[in-house]
């Protein structure tokens, strides 16, 4: 079965987009310490993956602020879809493909 992306209630981050998780936004990780908040610089959102969490949850890739992003993306988490609504940054806000923080 084909996942159709615009049914989908994930919101379209682009690269580069820097997001601050609260404890209880996100679930499992790798990377993130287990208890706390963190801080991703977004590589890709999957958004294929909400379908298996009723449109919920949805796992993203990407890179702590600290490392060097020229290498494959060292953290991810199943994130809430509502944080990342919210953390939808306006269009005026992205520039180069990176949001402004």
């Not at 682009?14 to 706390?36: D, I, K, Q, S």
């Not at 993203?60 to 919210?86: M, N, T």
């Amino acid at each position: 079965m084909k996942y159709s992306v615009e049914r989908s209630c994930v919101p379209d981050l682009p690269p580069g987009t820097v997001l601050r998780f609260a404890v209880t936004e996100w679930r499992y990780g790798l990377g993130p310490m287990a208890g706390e908040p963190f801080e991703l610089l977004i590589t890709r959102v999957r958004v294929t993956s909400a379908a298996s969490y009723d449109d919920e949850w949805v796992w993203v890739d990407g890179h702590h602020l600290d490392c060097r992003p020229d290498h494959r993306p060292c953290q991810q988490a199943l994130v809430s879809v509502a944080a990342l609504r919210r953390a939808t940054p306006p269009a005026e806000q992205v520039v180069d493909g990176a949001a402004r923080r």
